[in-house]
């Protein structure tokens, strides 16, 4: 039976698509049939021919060598750069419920672990018209538990507490937290990692260096974190 895992950060700019691509390069580079799926993608990138790219899955399909167009691993795919409720008010094509569902489950039936990354933080909005979607509500539609992606910068405990807090208040699952651009050798760094975790009773699973080309994480607790 195929399973499930959605990634969320503490904010925009932390590398949550980064992160993700090195995640699922892992479990592919292990012989595991890995997938990868997001709802709603803004900032696609204009391609000479007048095509949109959507540039998160495209570097995700690339890093994790992903046979397929990066186009059919997004739902839906907006040009400006800014919330997807925003972007589908001025765009048009708003996010039905039902699409995601139906894709998700579509990605489900082709891969055994489907890794799905939000839009931006947890506090996204996805839609907002006459109808309200926000990324808890996606979630919790598709049962999947979170992995939090941080980074271990001046700042960085308040957001991560604020945004596993606010998933535990909600009653969406935490697997655990990978920080990325992380210095083990820089003294507040390493504090803010002891923090995070002491703070939250979640664990780091997973530190990842500057321009790293691998997550260093045992693929069967990689493994464990899907559902």
Known sequence: MSKGLFITAIGTDVGKTYVTGLLVKRLRDAGVNAGYYKAALSGAEEQPDGT???GDAAFVAKTANIPEKPENLVSYIYKEAV???LAALREGNPVEMEKIEADYQASLAKYDYVTMEGSGGIICPIRWDEEHI???DIIKKLDLG???ISNAALGSINNCVLTISYLKQ???PVRG???NNYDGSNFMQADNKRMMEE???VPVLACVPPNA???DIDVEVLKGLYK
């Open 177 to 179: 937290i990978i920080l």
């Open 52 to 54: 949109w790219l959507p």
């Open 170 to 172: 909600k009653n969406i």
């Open 146 to 148: 979170v992995l939090v």
């Open 199 to 201: 703070i939250t009773a």
């Open 83 to 85: 919330s997807p409720h």
């Open 134 to 136: 926000l990324l808890e």
């Open 213 to 215: 080309s691998e997550l």
